[in-house]
């Protein structure tokens, strides 16, 4: 713990608006270190769900001996957005992006998607499932530089027509073959 967070936090007297560092976060408010090192307790009264963390620079107000956090002028904590129920996040005429630096994740015990058209683009994907399975009812088109496909047990295709057309070799190695 920092030595500023063990001294007895006595309410500042004087009126305060200015930045100060966040020492220790405790639940609701947090303890700052005022401009001169002064330490005191602020509430929390950001407009944002922010939970600060050590370290971070809030802006704080205070007047009387009470202080609360207004602002994050340097943060390093989370911001979370929690709701009791269902939530809804729609564009009214426009579209919804979400960006993250390091990255966008979705946990959920079920995930839908509804779209007319869906495009992915990526450098490169990994799909694993434990079961996949896939209808299209008109045309299913792979264009690929190669394929490879392992298959552990059987495999199986059916079709009303199939063809292989290659411009050079075709292999098939197996014990047996059976044709017809």
């Known amino acids: ?7 007895r936090i006595e309410p ?21 270190e005022l401009r001169g090192g002064e330490p005191a307790r602020a509430a929390l009264a950001l407009a944002a769900p922010y939970e600060p963390a ?5 802006l704080v107000i ?3 001996g009470e202080h609360y956090a207004i602002g994050v002028l340097r943060g390093s904590g989370k911001t979370a957005l929690r709701v009791q129920g269902d939530l809804e996040v729609r564009a009214e005429g426009g579209a919804v992006r979400i960006v993250g630096d390091r990255g966008v994740e979705l946990h959920a015990p079920e995930l839908a998607i509804h779209a007319g058209k869906l495009q992915v683009i ?5 799909q694993k499932f434990t079961s996949l399975y896939q209808r299209v009812s008109e045309l299913l088109s792979v264009r690929a530089g190669q394929a490879h496909t392992v298959v552990d047990e059987g495999t199986v295709t059916q079709a009303k027509r199939a063809s292989i057309v290659t411009e050079e070799t075709v292999t098939i190695n197996g014990r047996e073959v059976h044709l017809g």
């Not at 713990?1 to 001294?7: E, L, Q, T």
């Not at 990526?122 to 990994?126: L, Q």
Request: aromatic share 2%; charged share 25%; net charge negative.
């Open 1 to 7: 713990m920092n030595p500023v967070a063990k001294r």
């Open 12 to 32: 500042a007297a004087a009126d305060f608006l200015g930045p100060a560092e966040v020492v220790e976060v405790q639940g609701d408010e947090v303890v700052v």
């Open 54 to 58: 050590a370290g971070d620079v809030l």
């Open 62 to 64: 205070g007047k009387d």
């Open 122 to 126: 990526a450098g490169a994907a990994v």
